[in-house]
């Protein structure tokens, strides 16, 4: 049951549940929407706005079928393509209380974790709100309207139930421009915040909130850092598109023979090869284009190799060149791997599902010959939930590959 769905575990009784009515939009005619099969979102061009006046943008409304059935609240927008997103089966307003018990459930689901991902937009029936735990720290981006308009609530809320040192919003993604925001990052207490050194997935990083990437640092793979380092002991890794160098470092804190992480960013690797010196970490990182490295270092060997690229396909159109990227980047892998090597590879496209990316390594490995078995599928972590009938919420897939000759 996902917080919010229903007004009795909200405090609500059937009487005043009934006072509680939204002002109500119904689909369009004709329209076929996926909102009917229980997919969070309806698109502009999907709503009937020939009934009255619209809503203001942010305003919490009813959306129904053409019967005049609830399909569930949500935050309004007419200015952004996706007009309406859900955050409740039942038609009660995102004021106080509930976004205070969605915000609460939000955090028991994380209980006991310091550094995670706390609210994860409409995978936590709060669409466009995303905060991240840095232990004391908090890293808050607002990219809806409906929850940029709440941001008081949100975080006094917050900072009730979690008491952080300070909190950062991290506000600069491009998205808000579709909902009609500007960009910003700045500090709640307006003070500066200087980049600091804290233990994540048992090694210290330099995490800066104001000035790293996303919110701060990338979160969803720590649990696979740890996870493909158990393989690493004696081997020689190599850590593609590594960025501040997690899987790289912790299959050196493993005991890997060798580690050489690669990616096109300066700043990453300078802070990855920082950290590898903080944590007196035997791992070399270089800056390099990885597909051109590939070519240039055809006779390179390793024993475990990780893929863990940015998304390739960013829009419906993209998926086709994206496939081919993927299965010419598994392919110049596997030519380089030793007999019983490992490859840890991974898609955080959503538009690229687990099967679609199971068939682009298939190829790969028949292209370079190599007999190939799958010892795992991986996902993302439960601090990233995924939703039902959201597939949007499903992006991050894996698969760990051994190479038998």
Not at 126 to 152: A, I, K, N, W
Not at 183 to 206: D, F, I, N
Not at 345 to 366: D, F, K, P
């Amino acid at each position: 049951m996902v917080a919010g769905d229903y007004h009795g575990t909200l405090g609500y009784s059937k009487t005043s549940f009934c006072k509680l009515m939204l002002r109500a939009l119904r689909l369009r005619p004709g329209r076929p929407a996926r909102v009917l099969r229980g997919h969070p979102w309806a698109f502009l061009g999907e709503i009937d706005l020939t009934l009255g006046t619209p809503p203001a943008d942010g305003d919490h409304v009813e959306l129904t079928d053409l019967k005049g059935r609830c399909l569930g609240a949500g935050l309004w927008n007419g200015r952004s393509q996706i007009a309406w997103r859900r955050y409740s089966r039942r038609p009660i307003p995102l004021d106080a209380t509930l976004l205070e018990d969605l915000i609460k459930s939000a955090l028991k689901r994380r209980e006991g974790k310091l550094v995670a991902r706390l609210v994860w937009s409409e995978a936590d029936s709060l669409p466009g709100l995303v905060v991240d735990r840095f232990h004391d720290l908090l890293s808050v981006q607002t990219l809806t309207l409906g929850m940029e308009q709440r941001l008081p609530l949100i975080l006094e809320i917050l900072q009730r139930h979690l008491r952080p040192r300070e909190i950062v919003l991290k506000n600069d993604a491009a998205t808000r421009k579709l909902e009609g925001m500007d960009a910003y990052v700045r500090t709640v207490s307006g003070k500066p915040l200087e980049p600091s050194w804290m233990e994540v997935g048992g090694v210290q990083w330099r995490v800066d909130l104001l000035g790293g990437q996303k919110t701060g640092l990338y979160l969803d793979q720590i649990e696979q850092h740890a996870h493909v380092a158990q393989w690493a002991k004696g081997r020689r890794v190599l850590d593609t598109f590594c960025n501040q160098g997690g899987f790289g470092l912790a299959c050196a804190r493993a005991g890997a023979t060798s580690v050489l992480g690669l990616d096109s960013s300066e700043e990453a690797i300078q802070a990855a090869q920082a950290a590898a010196t903080r944590n007196q970490l035997a791992a070399r990182f270089e800056v390099a284009n990885v597909f051109d490295w590939f070519t240039e270092h055809r006779e390179e060997v390793f024993d475990l190799i990780i893929l863990d690229p940015p998304p390739f396909a960013r829009s419906k159109d993209s998926v086709e060149g994206a496939l081919r990227g993927y299965k010419e980047l598994n392919l110049r892998a596997l030519r380089l791997l030793a007999p019983g090597g490992i490859l840890a590879t991974y898609s955080c496209s959503h538009r690229v599902t687990e099967e679609m990316y199971l068939e682009v390594i298939e190829a790969a490995a028949a292209d370079a010959r190599r007999e190939a078995i799958v010892l795992e599928r991986t996902s993302q972590p439960a601090d990233h939930p995924v939703l039902v009938n959201f597939p949007e919420s499903r992006y991050l897939k894996g698969f760990l590959i051994e190479i038998r000759a």
